[in-house]
């Protein structure tokens, strides 16, 4: 889980790294150039297509770290639902600061925005369901906090945030330890002797793996690439048996087939698209 802290020093990190990116030790000359330090204006920031907002938490840190005098507005709420036109934020204040500010925060907002609206689609699809949509760690490097974030903005629920919070026991695991119960077990002892509070999930990838699983009641199963028909099988195997243990669906998960696989009854379906391959939401800023 994301703790606030967390959070906040991400956000502080993010911010900085992308403004030093832009404006590297000189800031923006070609606004230095034109306009003079007293020259005030307006500006809007827009939707110019159909989306789910993210980013807008990320407005007022962008300028308090430029030690900016613009003034912000945010008319919309992260999780808004935006039509082309929808005015996101106003801002007032130097000329030079909105426009040394303009392409960080529109950076983040679409690429936040757009990953919200993938991840909506997705939810929307199996809102008939009880499967939850969970993203991976398939995360722009450096981003990972806030597009886990727009991630839940867009309706769906983070994963594991890395390496650290979960024991996941994937497919390369397996193969070198010698098959799915020695991996287990190994899991269990490591957690039990040093980490009691971690959940343990397991991937396997035929019915025959996920049976061996079972034996050792892991918190969580993945169930890799099956078929749709597999899944069922063993969704129905937990609840005969009445097993407390979650599963997962995992593989090529896209959006014509995630409602098919929500129907199976598995109680999350992970998804690598909804970061990785999420195109910007189109944002603007207008000088007014």
Do not use: W
Not at 234 to 244: G, H, M, N, T
Request: proline content about 2%; charged content about 20%; hydrophobic content about 40%.
């Amino acid at each position: 889980m994301m703790t606030q802290e967390m959070m906040t020093d991400h956000i502080h990190r993010c911010v900085q790294n992308a403004l030093a990116e832009d404006l590297g030790t000189d800031g923006d000359v070609t606004s230095k150039a034109l306009f003079s330090e007293s020259d005030l204006a307006s500006a809007v920031i827009r939707s110019k297509s159909d989306g789910i907002l993210s980013g807008t938490y990320l407005i007022d840190p962008i300028f308090k770290t430029l030690n900016s005098s613009v003034v912000v507005s945010c008319l919309c709420n992260d999780s808004t639902r935006l039509e082309p036109g929808t005015t996101i934020a106003n801002l007032s204040g130097p000329v030079n600061e909105i426009l040394a500010a303009e392409r960080t925060i529109l950076n983040f907002l679409q690429r936040l925005s757009g990953i919200a609206t993938v991840t909506s689609n997705y939810a929307a699809s199996i809102a008939h369901t009880s499967a939850r949509l969970l993203d991976t760690r398939k995360t722009t490097p450096g981003l990972r906090y806030l597009e886990k974030l727009a991630v839940v903005h867009g309706g769906g629920f983070n994963h594991r945030i890395g390496l650290f919070d979960m024991i996941l026991i994937k497919d390369t695991h397996v193969k070198r330890s010698g098959g799915v119960a020695e991996a287990i077990k190994k899991a269990i002892e490591y957690r039990n002797s040093f980490h009691k509070s971690l959940k343990i999930e397991v991937e396997v990838q035929s019915v025959e793996e996920f049976e061996t699983a079972i034996e050792f009641n892991p918190d969580r199963i993945m169930l890799d690439n099956m078929s749709c028909n597999s899944m069922k099988h063993c969704v129905a195997i937990i609840k005969a048996r009445s097993l407390q243990i979650e599963t997962e669906a995992s593989g090529n998960i896209t959006l014509e087939s995630i409602r098919t696989v929500a129907e199976t009854g598995v109680d999350f379906i992970s998804s690598g698209s909804i970061t990785h391959s999420a195109p910007s939401l189109d944002i603007h800023l207008l000088i007014t």
